[in-house]
């Protein structure tokens, strides 16, 4: 089907090491720019990289550039497209569950930069997305957890109805019936562009997606975690922030369901390290973090926390 | 006045060593960072510099970034601020006559990349530009002929009264009249602007302000030679394929006009080299490149030129 949206003539799909080898009959015939795979390599040494190999192969303004991979492939693809020759056309093809539901819609690309999240990017949609289900097939357990955590993400603070559903299944049930797994990425995929059309430069509404985000950054950027898990604890934090801040009340049921989904809850760390991480967040202003809380189950709010207060919910 | 548009709390000014030893002393109170002068500078790694002092500095998204010197300061604090954080505010104060009239206005930014000009950038408007006249009484010759350059460039392909009354002029003239200086550089900023407002994406009549630049881009990359003297070599050039391709009549006028400024109109290089290098140009796309050519003085005009036309312009 990717044919039909883009020419092979005049297109690079950019991927990594591991989806071209799982899937390396797919990529015949197409130019092709495989990325060392993981995290660590979405640093600006990667764009320098694709940049000097889009020059080689000669690629003009009339090319499109295809990232095809999980989050950081996307993402990376994205930024590429959105500076090389001052912007080309880009179009995405999502292979994990987390690039699906989250990574791949709503425009927003980039790199981290020492450590730090997503610091350098843009905010620029994609020409095309094209969902094909069946790169899951391949996907190892830890990619379905960093999927459901967006999932549960998207259902905390904008839909408790599909809260609810998810309370009554589980990964393993998702795995095997591909058709409630299809009906779960459409509706959330539906559910971020309405947020992303609403505001796409994250002046209001899109700043809900951030949930758990915050502290899960911070985890990410100073521990080994994969993002499904540094979110996880950084949702069960802010529901129990939300609880002495709002009175949320429905703590138990955000943390059972993560657990359900095979995601951790709690993690041991250095307090002050990570506090002093959060505050190098994009979306801290002047001596306040913006934090999302709940206020219940389905229903998001972004609140101003003072430095001061954030400190004295980790004692 | 600088202060009525940024906060110096939360702005940091990017600059370069010799704007800053020249007028030091409005810099007072302000976060400065002064790059290292030249087109030289003008590629990633300055840019990843400057995020770095950035991320030291603790600017968050409610910071403004503001670019005070020629086009390659205006290039990068554009660039650094459409991609920091996802794009923080940035305000430009063009110090140099090419600055104020061409390089400062219309959203372009970006460096360089092996050679090639502009390769990386984005496209995204200031929030404000602050223009201030005194700083061109430290400006060397050089730099005014950089300007008028552009400034002629203006005149060729979209107003021929601007040309008749540059005709009657010279920059001796204009160094001398600060009144007159200001009302061109005011007419050429509107002449722009009008331009960038009907066609920010370049996809037709932006086109015509690459005059002169497919060959003078190619001349700059291959030769010392400062813009305003590459791209007067470019439009002695375009002037000459306007009259094997147009007929255009008015080559003499165009080159005596160019000499008046104190440009060259002409250059011995490689022309294998220099059209190899014209074929990297953004502007090319497959087995064409868009030629900027003058119906007549005053009137521009994009012509697709095949390669191998373009080769035959050099035989």
Known sequence: RLRDLADRRNSVIITDENVFRLHQLRFKGWNTIALKPGEAYKVQATVDNVIEQLLEIGADRSWTLIGAGGGVVTDIAGYVASVYLRGIRVGLVPTTLLAMVDAAIGGKNGVNHGGLKNMVGTIRQPGFILFDHSF????????????????????????????????????TFYRKHPKDLAQLVSLNVLLKMKVVMADEKEAGMRRLLNFGHTLGHALEAQYELAHGEAISIGMAFAASASNRVNGFSQETRLISLLLQYGLPVHAEFEHERIVEAMLRDKKKTKDQVHLVLLEKIGRGVVSPVAIKELQSFFT
Chains 1, 2 share one sequence.
Request: glycine fraction near 2%.
């Open 136 to 171: 899951l097939k391949t996907l190892p357990d830890e990619q379905w957890r960093n999927g459901f955590a967006e999932i549960i993400k998207h259902a905390a603070v904008l839909n408790a109805a599909m809260f609810r559903k998810l309370e009554q299944y589980d990964t």
